[in-house]
């Protein structure tokens, strides 16, 4: 089993940055690809980004590519997703999910985190 803890979430201008963490807890971190999903109010999740398990490929949606970041950290167990130029249309609950390839972690994850708000202004 992997427990996943999302934090930094919170209430932002449009332009400005937010960096989102996912400490994880359990089996083996550095063994699991990470990813971010994000979902709307009425609307579905939505994949945001993942990192393979040494953090040297990364992979994003069309929506945020040049804007967020996904990185890792194995020694501390995190995964991070820095968020720049926030635009209102990132608002959504942004969860952190683990999976044992970049196949199920960007479709169907194993593991997935309880979720934190993001909420930008216009």
């Known amino acids: 089993q992997v427990q996943l803890v999302e934090s930094g979430g919170g209430l932002v201008q449009a332009g400005n940055s937010l960096r989102l963490s996912c400490a994880a807890s359990g089996r083996t971190f550095s063994r699991y690809y990470m990813a971010w999903f994000r979902q709307a109010p009425g609307k579905e999740r939505q994949f945001v980004a993942a990192i393979e398990w040494s953090g040297y490929s990364t992979v994003y949606a069309d929506s945020v590519k040049g804007r967020f970041t996904i990185s890792r950290d194995n020694a501390k167990n995190t995964v991070y997703l820095q968020m720049n130029s926030l635009e209102p249309e990132d608002t959504a609950v942004y969860h952190c999910?683990?999976?044992?390839?970049?196949?199920?972690?960007?479709?169907?994850?194993?593991?997935w985190g309880q979720g934190t708000q993001v909420t930008v202004s216009s």
């Open positions: 999910a683990a999976g044992g390839s970049l196949l199920v972690v960007t479709t169907t994850p194993d593991y």
